[in-house]
């Protein structure tokens, strides 16, 4: 009897042990997915800056050509 009741208790607590780890990985699988969209998000962000900052360039050079040919 004392013997069964250990046996049901030590199972609950690897049971709970098991969901735990269960949680913890979908945790960290959730948190790893955010990353990858974050990292993403931020690619596109460097990637439409640096567009952005060649296109002033380009026009700024434009510029500077209009001033040299009017002098």
Do not use: Y
């Not at 046996?7 to 607590?13: D, F, K």
């Not at 974050?38 to 800056?49: D, H, N, Q, S, T």
Request: proline share 0%; charged share 30%; no cysteine.
């Amino acid at each position: 009897m004392l013997k069964a009741t250990i046996s049901r208790v030590e199972q609950r607590l690897w049971d709970g042990v098991q969901d735990l780890r269960t949680e913890t990985n979908t945790g960290f699988a959730i948190i790893h997915e955010s990353l990858a969209s974050l990292r993403k998000v931020l690619e596109a962000k460097i990637k439409l800056g640096h567009e952005q900052l060649e296109e002033q360039i380009r026009q700024t050079q434009k510029q500077g050509s209009r001033v040299e040919q009017s002098e």
